[in-house]
Nanobody
Framework: QVQLAESGGGLVQAGGSLRLSCAAS????????MGWYRQAPGKQRELVAA???????NYVDSVKGRFTISRDSAKNTAYLQMNSLKPEDTAVYYC?????????WGQGTQVTVSS
């Protein structure tokens, strides 16, 4: 089992920044993918960004150039730096850990961007 602890959500004005953190603990398989998904009210959950244990990254088009995902493998922690936030970024953000064909999810953290 893998447990995920998220932090860093909150309320910010448009144009502002937030940094999300996700610390994984438990049985960590060395080959894995960590990522952030988000779900806005009335919408499906979507992948925002992901990073492999080898450092490859992937972003949804709407956040490219504004969000940066990174990880500290020694701490089993992933970060999502979110800059130039827009009201449409408002959602619950969920950390995801994928390894050995199994998905693990964090409890979610609210990000609200006011206009």
């Amino acid at each position: 089992q893998v447990q995920l602890a998220e932090s860093g959500g909150g309320l910010v004005q448009a144009g502002g920044s937030l940094r999300l953190s996700c610390a994984a603990s438990g049985r960590i398989f060395s080959v894995n993918v960590m990522g952030w998904y988000r779900q806005a009210p009335g919408k499906q959950r979507e992948l925002v960004a992901a990073i492999t244990s080898g450092g490859s990254t992937n972003y949804v088009d709407s956040v490219k150039g504004r969000f940066t995902i990174s990880r500290d493998s020694a701490k089993n922690t992933a970060y999502l730096q979110m800059n130039s936030l827009k009201p449409e970024d408002t959602a619950v953000y969920y950390c995801n850990f994928f390894a050995l064909a199994t998905n693990y999810w964090g409890q979610g953290t609210q990000v609200t961007v006011s206009s």
